[in-house]
């Protein structure tokens, strides 16, 4: 009788488990259904993130542009998100357009505080120069000896060799030309291979020489700024053809305004929309894809004072209701593109810099290229730096150097842009044709280089100089070999 009475007990307590299973089963159902199960972060569970997911802070402060000048972003973690905004999966263009150039990074679409970039680089960008900034340019005239058609071991050699002289001059920047003629010297999802890579236009290396580039000059903790021409398309009486996936190209046949072909220039037309985007985008591409210090242009913005250069964009301007001259309308379509580099710059990274080189004739500027310097250089928004190319000596007869330094220096407003001299090495040991008495101030001089540096610093705007170029005063040609040497030792004494 009790064993029945236990074995009754026993069927009793199996069912009301079950019963109990089945209620707690349902309940977990009904709440899943409902969206009621609390996250386990809300239920005092802390989850630890997986090694290889970047967790990104709720609402991260901004950071002050101030701060950011003193501050070297970290190194991007293998693996880590990219800000540059783009789907993880590249597409059809992109990926044609980084063919060839090793494993690519998947892009994610977590966006990341600026320091958190991954590049196609190596290494992060450079902490700001504290002193004096000493550069050289190295144009697009040097690589046609240090890349074109050559294998990336040849280029980098190469490259690391041109690194190292600059290094141990005392140069603390390199301004490298990426984007001489609407190309670029890196893969591009908007500009096709420059013929300086191969000798043909849009044709792939299979390397990328930007990002070897960016990463030597960092290893000698060189700062790298990106050179370009914006509008820049042919030069008169050039003789290299457009590639077929030149965006240019596309332009023209389409007959599309956003292109201009004037007198032997082919140009992309200030005064388009379609242009300026373009131009932009390319600006964003770097700076999201490099870890670059600064984005750099030099002086070409109109390419000729000829009204019939752009006449039917003014004319429709003008039927639209605009009442600009053409000179102020065509310095408002230059200033309407600074502001946007500038800007596109700045929402990537604070604290990449945006220079700009014009010549050096303060008025020449304003009536022939259409860029109103003095404007540029005392309000923000349009530029870090102004470098004039003062390439005059101090006897030339209408533009000496140390009037015209001093010139450039009344103008800048140092609270918004520093002031960098541009300097000429391909004058030393040659006349001066258009100096009037100095014509021969270069041939019978061996320190002008010095003495403009030494004027400099006496300027109390001034931040640093850049020499016009690299071949020019490491590489100089034969016939002025010996001068150009006196003319290297004399300035080299001054950097140590």
């Known amino acids: 009788m009790e064993r029945g009475k236990s074995a009754m007990k026993g069927k009793s307590y199996m069912k009301q488990k079950a019963v109990a299973r089945a209620l707690t089963l349902a309940l977990i159902i009904i709440l899943l259904l409902t969206g009621c199960a609390a996250p386990l972060q809300n239920r005092g569970v802390v ?8 967790v990104v802070p709720a609402d991260p402060q901004e950071e002050d542009p101030a701060d950011l000048q003193e501050e070297i972003p970290a190194a991007p973690q293998e693996g880590a998100p990219s800000t540059s905004g783009r789907p993880e999966t590249p597409s059809a263009e992109d990926e044609a357009a980084l063919a060839g150039i090793g494993s690519i990074q998947p892009v994610s679409t977590v966006t990341l505080p600026p320091s958190a970039h991954t590049f196609r680089n190596s290494t992060p960008r450079m902490q700001r120069v504290t002193g004096e900034v000493r550069g050289v340019w190295i144009s697009f005239l040097e690589f046609d000896h240090l890349l074109r058609g050559g294998t990336q071991e040849r280029f980098t050699a190469n490259i690391r060799r041109v ?4 290094l141990n001059y005392g140069i603390n920047t390199v301004i490298v030309q990426v984007r001489p003629f609407a190309d670029a010297l890196y893969p591009s999802a908007y500009f096709p291979w420059s013929h300086f890579a191969t000798g043909t236009e849009g044709v792939n290396p299979g390397f990328d020489p930007l990002a070897i580039m960016v990463d030597e000059a960092h290893a000698r903790g060189m700062r790298f700024e990106a050179w370009i021409n914006p509008y820049r398309i042919r030069a008169a009486g050039s003789r290299v ?39 932009v985008n390319g600006v964003r591409e770097i700076v999201r894809n490099y870890s670059v210090d600064a984005i750099h242009i030099d002086d070409y913005f109109y390419p000729t004072t000829s009204a019939g250069f752009d006449a039917a964009s003014f004319r429709a301007y003008q039927n639209a209701g605009g009442r600009l001259s053409l000179g102020d309308w065509r310095r408002q379509n230059v200033e309407t593109l600074l502001r946007e580099m500038y800007s ?3 929402e990537i990274d604070s604290s ?18 259409y860029l109103d310097v003095a404007k540029i250089s005392s309000n923000p928004g349009f530029a870090d730096y102004i470098m004039p190319q003062i390439y005059f000596g101090f006897q030339h007869a209408t533009q000496p150097f140390q009037r015209v330094l001093e010139e450039w220096n009344a103008i800048v407003d140092p609270r918004y842009v520093n002031l960098y001299i541009g300097l000429a090495a391909y004058k030393s040991g040659v006349v001066d044709t258009w100096a009037g008495a100095g014509r021969n101030e270069w041939l019978d001089n061996a320190n002008l280089l010095r003495r403009k540096v030494e004027a400099s610093r006496g300027m109390s705007n001034y931040a640093g100089f850049v020499i016009f170029r690299y071949d020019s005063l490491f590489a100089p040609a034969q016939s002025v070999a010996a001068h150009v040497n006196r003319e290297y030792q004399n300035l080299r004494a001054i950097l140590n």
């Open 163 to 166: 690194f190292d002289n600059c």
């Open 47 to 54: 989850a630890e993130p997986p090694q290889d997911v970047v």
């Open 241 to 279: 053809p457009l590639s077929a996936n030149n965006q240019a190209t596309r332009w023209i046949n389409e007959r599309n305004p956003a292109v201009i072909q004037y007198n032997g220039i082919i140009s992309y037309n200030p005064a388009s929309a379609q242009a300026r985007e373009l131009i």
């Open 344 to 346: 596109a710059i700045k």
């Open 352 to 369: 990449v810099l945006f220079g700009i080189s014009p010549q050096s004739r303060i008025q020449y500027n304003f009536t022939n290229l």
